[in-house]
């Protein structure tokens, strides 16, 4: 069944306002947030136990993104993260062809089912929850037939693929920037040291709030979605609700329209030196909210179809990002001479390039890395280089 025909369908409408009402949810969004700090630390605390020197940290990664993209869907119990991420190791192992990717439909439907009924024999057990899951519960009234849940397997992996593929790629390129360019490595360790100190925390204790108030980090995000991301800079379809003109086209109603934010993006007339990362293009929030305004920048889309899990996918890879400089120095390895930074070719669903991208050697931070001076000097020296 088709998008459109889902849509008119009563668990279709379901679906829809189950993910509306979770995303508008502050209380799930603060839920996802300590979910996203403490898996963050977690992911840390493995790399730094198993993790050998010659090891690419990708390639452990989308267990990370995975895992705690369900944990904040699926909520309480056993949830199909476990069963995405052994389906995953399975075919890097095995193939397409695996055992397991046959067995993973049947697998994935066992324990939605299982949950679900859970859900109705002990619901004192998901009080509170505020999870994706649940709110689906709430509203199918914990009467959802066989044809539903098969919707909502459906559903779920659907949201599951959305988030999981452009978060991998996004983390991907943004720890490789980092990584790769002292001078923001520094002033992103610069800034989460001052709020960790000004609060007198540890990562595992901040908040939403704390985590968009990292301005240099979130900038790094928006500039690695606007020069990488999958959806929308490359993938962006919508149906013309009227027929229309534009630059001499007739568009009648209906037709569907192919929206390229990259021909914006990758323009130097809107950024200059467009195909540079450079992260202080929105550190200004003046500049950077008339860019949104303007859509210069549509890196998360725009208006009522903007990206409704943007909060979410900003506090994971913060906190990723976070927990990562905090702890750890790395080297960039590429395929390119000196370790340069690959041009990026991929398309739409292809990471040919990004998957040529390496951290390796992955240690303890230095001793003093990123002192207050230093950071200083850095931050200016990023400034005046964009």
């Given amino acids: ?56 940290v990708f390639e452990k990664l989308w267990t990370y993104v995975v895992q705690t993209n369900a944990d904040m869907l699926y909520g309480n119990g056993e949830n199909a993260g ?3 991420c052994k389906t995953i190791s399975s075919i890097n192992k095995e193939g397409l062809f695996s055992s397991q990717v046959r067995q993973a439909g049947d697998d994935l439907r066992q324990v939605l089912n299982e949950r679900y009924q859970d859900r109705k024999d002990h619901p004192e057990k998901y009080l509170g929850e505020d999870s994706l899951f649940e709110e689906f519960f709430l509203l199918s009234k914990g009467e959802a037939d066989e044809e539903m849940l098969t919707g909502l397997q459906q559903f779920m992996l659907t949201l599951q693929l959305a988030a999981n593929g452009n978060q991998l790629v996004t983390i ?17 360790r610069a800034e989460v040291q001052q709020l960790l100190l000004k609060k007198g925390c540890g990562i595992r204790d901040l908040k939403l709030d704390d985590l968009l108030s990292l301005s240099l980090t979130n900038a790094c995000i928006t500039e690695a979605v ?27 109603k209906g037709a569907t329209l192919f929206l390229y934010a990259d021909a914006v993006h990758k323009d130097d007339k809107y950024f200059p030196d467009a195909a540079s990362f450079c992260p202080h293009r929105y550190t200004d929030p003046e500049a950077f909210n008339q860019m949104n305004k303007d ?25 990723l990002l976070a927990s990562f400089v905090m702890r750890f120095d790395m080297d960039l390895v590429t395929n390119e001479k000196d370790n340069q930074m690959p041009e990026d070719h991929d398309g739409p669903f292809v990471f040919d390039t990004a998957n040529t991208l390496k951290l390796v050697n992955l240690r303890p931070r230095a001793p003093g890395a990123s002192d207050g001076a230093s950071a200083c000097v850095s931050q200016k020296a990023i400034f005046e280089r964009c």
């Fill in 1 to 56: 069944m088709g998008t459109k025909e889902r849509k008119s369908t009563e668990s279709g409408k379901i679906f829809d306002k189950a993910s509306a009402d979770f995303f508008a949810n502050k209380k799930a969004l603060a839920r996802a947030t300590q979910i996203f700090v403490d898996s963050a630390e977690d992911f840390c605390d493995q790399m730094e136990r198993v993790l050998k020197p010659d090891e690419n």
């Fill in 82 to 84: 476990s069963i995405v």
């Fill in 172 to 188: 991907r390129w943004l720890m490789s920037h980092v990584y790769g360019d002292p001078a923001i490595l520094a002033g992103v």
């Fill in 226 to 252: 606007r020069l990488h991301s999958d959806i929308p800079s490359k993938l962006t379809l919508r149906s013309a609700e009227i027929p229309m003109e534009f630059g001499g086209f007739k568009i009648p």
């Fill in 295 to 319: 859509r210069e920048i549509v890196a998360f889309g725009h208006g009522r179809k903007r990206c409704t899990g943007e909060l979410h996918a900003r506090s994971q890879i913060s906190a």
